[in-house]
């Protein structure tokens, strides 16, 4: 059985920081990718970032530089640091295993059934 939970959502200042955590049991790098997304609004989910066994790592253009995804293999955990928040991140963001996930957004009711899961953070910017 495949579980992933998110932690470390919150509400942050426009320009501020904040890193999420996923734990995952049942999936690990070696089976396939890892990595966020997000949902917006109008229920499109962008993939965020993600991470292979590799190591490399892809981004949303969108981000111009400011998350960084990363795994600490000794504990199955993912990371994404996220810098200079804009009121544009805030979303429900959501860690995601899968046996590939590729940059690109896509409504969410056609991605949702495929991977595993988390329940999702919220993350809100306030200016």
């Known amino acids: 059985q495949v579980d992933v939970m998110e932690s470390g959502g919150g509400s942050v200042q426009a320009g501020g920081s904040l890193r999420l955590s996923c734990q995952a049991s049942?999936?690990?790098?070696?089976?396939?990718?890892m990595g966020w997304y997000r949902k917006t609004p109008d229920n499109q989910c962008e993939m965020v970032a993600s991470i292979g066994e590799d190591g490399r790592a892809y981004y949303s253009n969108s981000l111009e530089g400011r998350f960084t995804i990363s795994h600490d293999s000794a504990t199955n955990t993912l990371y994404l640091q996220m810098n200079s928040l804009k009121a544009e991140d805030a979303a429900v963001y959501f860690c995601?295993?899968?046996?590939?996930?590729?940059?690109?957004?896509?409504?969410?009711?056609?991605?949702?059934?495929?991977?595993?899961w988390g329940q999702g953070t919220q993350v809100n910017v306030f200016s």
């Open positions: 049942g999936f690990t790098l070696r089976d396939g990718d």
């Open positions: 995601v295993a899968d046996h590939t996930i590729s940059p690109g957004t896509w409504p969410c009711g056609a991605i949702e059934g495929f991977g595993y």
